[in-house]
């Protein structure tokens, strides 16, 4: 005879930030909670994220810092669940934090304790969690799903899939989230790496990547959206914040222009400079005001260097309009291996965005990555985590 599942009320799969936020809430709530992570070990993107010291939220954190085919989705658990109650969850650890820019919060210490801070609230609300666990078969019963894992079978009423998206796979990220979704009848949005380095290839690569390891503040535009901050040229292409941001706005074909002095008039400084320095010469002027080396290559290849008072009027126009629109023709992105999110998922349309319940089948839930919700750079994506996680928990 075959032995009985283990019965529980929740069955969440996924041990990452979403799932362990879903499952203290749950089990704090009364909940028989049981956790189920294919990994060795929880919240392994946790711990490898702001270089280990893990931006747990955003402190400017707003719907319009999300991406989705359904743009209003993501605001009410945003707004029912913000990061100032992460934070407090925080303050009650005794975690170190400090702000780092723009609202950014990172651990002073080391991104362990969020994990520990998640792991202790699931162990006092009597969550039991089982790491090295794979799903087999997932099937609908009459009263919820039965699981045959890897630990043997189990059944719930209700089930969360908190799986993550494809991002990372040597952190064991894969595409199970959306396989259990398309099996129940839901629509999963084409994915795509975002967050993630751009490449550059033939002559564009050529003519960049001796460069490699140069940083320079930017301004990134693709179509509407741009972004300020640092960008980094490395031996395959561009990478650093302004980059990775835009990365998600981009795709193979669009046009991404680079602003080389964001935040002057290039043409109103090249005029003073002409004034100032009639001399000197355009590279060791723009040397001045870009890193060196990046200066001598927009030079050699782009721009003609010779003696500012040489310059006529339209011709310092066209260099000012090459400075502050400079086109880069990216080949494609590093891909899922280097990405911090994937873009697209599980159809937000089908989902209830109060509950993060199926329309489609009663007690089946989706929350966090697995979702078609991607926010910006920053610790957005995080506090999208612990928001779908707690609004799920809360409605269980």
Known sequence: MSQQPQQFDVVIIGGGAAGLMCAQTAGQRGHRVRLIEHANRCGKKILMSGGGRCNFTNLGTTPKQFLSANPH?????????????????????????HEKELGQLFCDVSSKLIVKMLLDECANAGVRIDVGCSVQVVRQSEDGFELQTTQGSMACNKLVVASGGLSIPSMGASGFGYQLAQQFGHTVLPTRAGLVPLTLSGKHQ??????????????????????????????RGISGPAILQISSYWQPGDQLLLDLLPGRDALQTLQDLKRARP????????????????????????????????????????????????????????????????????????????????NKVPGLYFIGEVVDVTGWLGGYNFQWAWASGHACGMAL
């Open 279 to 358: 001399d000197a010469e355009l590279r060791t002027v723009l040397g001045d005001l870009l890193p060196k080396r990046f200066a001598q290559r927009l030079c050699e290849i782009w721009l003609p260097s010779r003696p500012m008072r040489q310059y006529n009027d339209p011709q310092l126009r066209e260099a000012a309009d090459l400075l502050s629109n400079f086109p880069l023709i990216a080949s494609g992105t590093e891909g899922y291996r280097t990405a911090e999110v994937t873009l697209g998922g599980v159809d937000t349309r089908e989902l209830s965005s109060s509950s993060m319940q199926s």
């Open 73 to 97: 989705f993501c605001k009410s658990a945003l707004a029912r669940y913000t990061p100032q109650h992460f934070v407090e969850l925080v303050e009650r650890h005794r975690i170190a934090y």
């Open 206 to 235: 050529e003519r960049l990547q001796d460069l490699s390891g140069v940083a320079l503040p930017i301004s990134a535009r693709c179509g509407k959206q741009a972004f300020s901050h640092d960008m980094l040229i490395t031996h």
